[in-house]
């Protein structure tokens, strides 16, 4: 069971790359818990921390504007590569409740959602007007996703939709056990097994 | 009836319920578990008292995180240890068949599925891990799922999802001496980038397919999702069939024979229409090299590193500049003439008994060059078996390669096996991310005969130009 999703207002964190991947996101090194929780103060492990153990302060999510942000801004192609829920573990944990881009690594959008992290994929124009106006602000830049109407927006005249399947939507919406939900077919999956074991 | 492509078949024979809200509740026909993306998945069944719904269904390996030294000696690292344990704990609760390190079918779980017959075509796959897409290659349609998914599959043999898009992928023509199957695919990649099957299944197809040994279509599928696809497919044949025959988990007798007649039907029926189609000449593919820190950073070994300063957009030079700084190289160095420190032969890309074999081509009568270090981690305990029968092993050996025992290595360096910071590394693994084999190492992605040449020039080659024995 996940935390609803309806409305969410928080700081933006922007990291304008394109195809980070989820080894980036959370390095092997950390992939060794046998527990869903522990994994936020990895999160970019490798990028916010240098060899020495201190902090990177050029990365961006070091900044001081960037601090107790709660949505994500970021490039296309995001969530590529290992198919490892342990990202989104990491990203939930370290406090970001939606990602906002172009695109999403297909394994990586299902992940979200089954984790109550909203993925909110906007074209890649908008997605640049968003980088510009949270630059113009020095890093100090809000947004509201708002799942209900399907709308991101920053209150200062930014207002897009975004498109997300009703199954999944619902699913963030209500914080459903996707099993549970399943569960409620389980008599179509018996009479599927009834039907091949008879083949 | 309409004309339907392979995947499309395999996807109607299992739909158990369609969403009103969209998705798909897909029967699941296999899952195989490892050690890394399933602890939270059974911990889960656990506190909701949900029971496997088919164990039977459900097979387990260790891989990701297992050392590939001496197996005797107890497991160094305790954390890894508990993950094993943990995996361990939770076969023997759940009634999962495990092939744990003492057997000697362990191995990397996309090597062994395949290789004890588990893997057969018309199959809906599913593994906690990206690289599931490999079992494609016989015609099932096979994908890597997160962790909950994965505990959704355990609870109801089912997962849930959207239809996807499909695209062709047909290559024609005749591959050159020395040219691969990774060649092939990395060329593909390097086409459409990674994320250019973003959202489809990608059914392989044309004569140069055909053409290509179990192996070699296992390492193209493989690398689908590097293209941005879930899964990958190849439509069964008689290359298929002869595989399979005879595997321990494979049909025998008269169910061997009805099954080889059902397996017949999964091809794609002419007049079907794709979403997408590409297009790639085999004959035109030279081997290729990955220069920066995604596999669509790719080019033919005879190219040079690109200039950010010829590149099309701001976001791409940005991106080029950036991975060529990450690796250490200026722009437009000549790829061919690099000098590295590592070798990497294995990964369930390219550590199967015809990677080992070829790649031993390259290095028969000759040496590791001075100053570099050269491993290879077979796929599985079994190939490892197959190579030691064949003396690839003393090839190696003999060579100044180490030869280690299965598992995934310095494919992800989860266990000790992993680069140092500044290290070059010629890898026929499938990831060149940064950090992947190690912080601050630097992976070029290659087939095995030309990661099998760097290791002996201790440069990048193009093995084209070299004499190469055959076993
Ligand atoms: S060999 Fe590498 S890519 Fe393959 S399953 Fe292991 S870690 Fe993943």
Redesign the interface.
């Known amino acids: 069971m996940n935390e609803p999703f309806l409305r969410h207002t928080g700081r933006v964190a922007a990291l304008p790359?394109?195809?980070v991947?989820t080894?980036?996101i959370i390095?092997?090194?950390f992939?060794?818990?046998?527990?869903?929780s522990g994994f936020g103060p990895a999160l970019f492990h490798?990028w916010r921390f240098r060899?020495d153990g201190n902090l990177n302060l050029d990365f961006e999510l070091n900044r001081p504007a960037a601090q107790g942000a709660s949505i994500l801004l970021t490039?296309?192609?995001f969530g590529?590569?290992?198919?490892?829920?342990?990202a989104?573990w990491a990203l939930r944990e370290y406090g970001f409740r939606a990602i906002v881009a172009p695109?999403f690594?297909?394994?990586f959008f299902?992940?979200c959602c089954?984790?109550g992290v909203v993925p909110a994929r906007l074209l890649e124009q908008e997605v640049a007007e968003l980088f510009r106006r949270h630059a113009a602000a020095g890093g100090d830049y809000r947004l509201t996703v708002d799942l209900e109407q399907q709308r991101v927006s920053d209150g200062l005249g930014f207002s897009t939709a975004f498109a997300l399947?009703?199954?999944?939507r619902?699913m963030l919406l209500r914080g459903l056990d996707?099993?549970g939900r399943?569960?409620l077919?389980?008599d179509?999956?018996e009479a599927?097994?009834r039907g091949r074991e008879a083949l | 009836m309409m004309p339907r492509t392979l995947f499309e078949k395999v996807w109607d024979a299992h739909v158990v319920h369609q969403f009103a809200e969209g998705p798909a509740l897909l029967y699941v026909d296999l899952q195989l578990v490892h050690e890394v993306t399933s602890p939270q998945a059974f911990e889960g069944l656990r506190q909701a008292g949900r029971r496997v719904r088919r164990p039977d269904l459900t097979v387990a390996t260790v891989d990701h995180n297992v050392p590939t030294g001496d197996r005797a000696s107890p497991i160094a690292d305790p954390v890894a240890a508990r993950q094993l344990d943990a995996l361990a704990g939770n076969a023997r609760e759940f009634g999962i068949e495990l092939f744990d390190l003492r057997s000697p079918q362990q191995g990397i779980v996309h090597v062994i599925g395949p290789e004890l017959g588990l893997t057969q075509p018309g199959m809906v796959i599913v593994c906690g891990d990206s690289h599931t897409a490999t079992h494609g290659a016989f015609g099932a349609l096979a994908l890597g799922i997160g962790t909950s998914e994965v505990e959704h599959v355990l609870a109801t043999q089912c997962l849930v999802w959207s239809k996807p898009r499909t695209m062709e992928a047909r290559v024609t023509g005749r591959l050159a001496r020395g040219v691969t199957a990774k060649d092939l695919i990395l060329a593909l990649i390097g086409r459409i980038g990674t994320a250019g099957a973003a959202g489809h299944v990608i059914e392989y197809a044309g004569d140069a397919i055909r053409a290509l040994s179990m192996e070699a279509r296992m390492t193209v599928c493989n690398m689908s999702i590097e293209a941005g696809a879930r899964a990958g497919m190849i439509a069964p044949d008689e290359t298929t069939f002869a595989y399979l025959a005879g595997r321990p988990r494979a049909p025998r007798g008269a169910a061997w024979a009805r099954a080889v007649e059902r397996w017949r039907q999964l091809r794609t029926d002419s007049g079907a229409t794709y979403d997408r189609r590409v297009e790639l000449d085999a004959a035109a593919v030279a081997p290729h090299v990955t220069w920066g820190t995604t596999p669509g950073m790719v080019a033919a070994v005879t190219d040079r590193v690109p200039d950010p300063a010829d590149c099309a957009s701001e976001a791409e030079r940005q991106a080029v500049a950036r991975a060529l700084e990450y690796m250490g190289l200026a722009p437009g160095t000549p790829l061919a003439g690099l000098p590295i420190d590592r070798v990497f032969l294995g990964s369930c890309t390219n550590a199967r008994i015809e990677d080992l074999r070829a790649a031993a081509g390259a290095v028969r009568g000759r040496r590791v060059a001075a100053g570099v270090r050269a491993m290879v981690v077979p796929g599985s305990q079994q190939v490892k078996a197959q190579a030691e029968r064949e003396g690839l092993d003393r090839v190696f050996r003999e060579a100044g390669f180490e030869w280690r025992n299965a598992g995934c290595s310095m494919c992800l360096g989860m266990n000790a096996d992993v680069l140092q910071s500044g290290e070059r590394c010629a890898s026929t693994s499938n990831r060149n991310f940064e950090g992947r084999q190690g912080r601050g190492g630097r992976t070029h992605l290659m087939s095995p005969p030309m990661a099998a040449a760097a290791a002996v020039a201790g440069r990048l080659v193009d093995v084209r130009d070299w004499e190469l024995a055959t076993l």
């Open positions: 790359r394109a195809d991947d080894d980036q390095p092997k090194q992939l060794k818990r046998v527990e869903r490798d060899p490039g296309a192609n590529c590569g290992s198919s490892r829920e342990h989104v695109s690594a297909d394994i299902a992940n089954q984790n399947e009703p199954y999944r619902e996707e099993i399943t569960l077919v389980a179509r999956i599927y097994e």
